[in-house]
């Protein structure tokens, strides 16, 4: 529940204009556009890990797993995931972010995408209702905030990211509000060392965010936004965004060696090598986009299998 995280380009059907428009049912092609909002490494990125996070630290480290609330509350994620790329992908096309230099490169986005990113939202409401009738209301707090990051990311009045807040946005969003409200479904209470744990992928998606600002440095400094490696440099972005995957990577060592976490918490440290190798790929490219590519998905890859290995950690001490 939170702002998106820009990717690759993700699947488009059939230009209606081509040749072979004729074989894609309309039916076909709506729902195809539809499911391409939902970017695969979006949804797997930023939305499901922070939540499997949580769900782990409440099996692993307090014993508790409530199946019925937490799939009821993948659901909800899925839904708010869904409206964060409606509106992004709304608010982005109208005041022409990604079509800066090449207007002509993506087609006019539709209101009908507003009204899904509308109609997605109060169906993820709904459900945060109703896991608060079961849960508490601290279920209302965690996604009121998400929800607040979310709409309001590039949508006005607020628009976080023209404002020089998207990068805390994020971090917030899919660090401790997403950890925290996954891990209160299950223990319907609030943990010290839960919120230690949320800056993990907090640090690691804020990484995320700002190697994906890098080489889109020019358009967002001309449509207006405020974003670190608008603000500082490209350069300094590098070191940026390698200090806060530095950081993401070094809590759960950390923490083991504290005892805060388990000793199994140090097998997050495998995911360092991707690191170097983001570091090492950005240095001489950051200037130059398609070839700054292979830093951008390294670091990808860092933030998965560092908050992967760090989950799996938690959770396997509900086994022994």
Known sequence: MGPVINDPPHFQPPDRGAADAGSWPSWAVALLRIFSLVRYRFFLFAGLLPYLLGAAWGFGMEGIFRPGVFWAGFFGIFLSVVGVEAFNEYFDSRLGTDRVFNPNDEPPISDGVLWLGLAAFAGAAVTGILLAREAGWP??????????????????????????????????????????????????????????????????????????????????????????????????????????????????????????????????????????????????????????????????????????????????????
């Open 139 to 320: 279920v209302l707090l965690y996604a009121g905030l998400g929800g607040l990051a979310a709409a309001f990311y590039v949508g006005p009045p607020i628009r976080w990211v023209y404002r020089g807040l998207g990068e805390i946005m994020i971090a917030l969003s899919y660090g401790p509000w997403m950890t925290l409200g996954s891990l209160h479904l299950q223990t319907q209470r609030f943990s010290w060392g839960g919120l230690l744990a949320s800056m993990v992928p907090a640090c690691l998606i804020a990484a995320l965010a700002v190697v994906n600002e890098i080489p889109d440095f020019h358009q967002d400094r001309l449509v207006g936004k405020r974003n670190l490696v608008v603000r500082f440099g490209r350069r300094v972005g590098v070191r940026i965004y390698l200090g806060l995957a530095a950081a993401g990577l070094a809590i759960p060592a950390a923490g083991a060696l504290l005892g805060l976490f388990p000793w199994t918490a140090l097998g997050t440290l495998a995911a360092v090598p991707l690191l170097v190798k983001s570091g090492r790929a950005a240095a001489g490219t950051y200037e130059t986009p398609l070839e700054f590519v292979p830093a951008v998905r390294s670091i990808v890859l860092c933030y998965v299998v560092g908050t992967v290995l760090f989950s799996l950690a938690l959770a396997f001490e509900g086994l022994r």
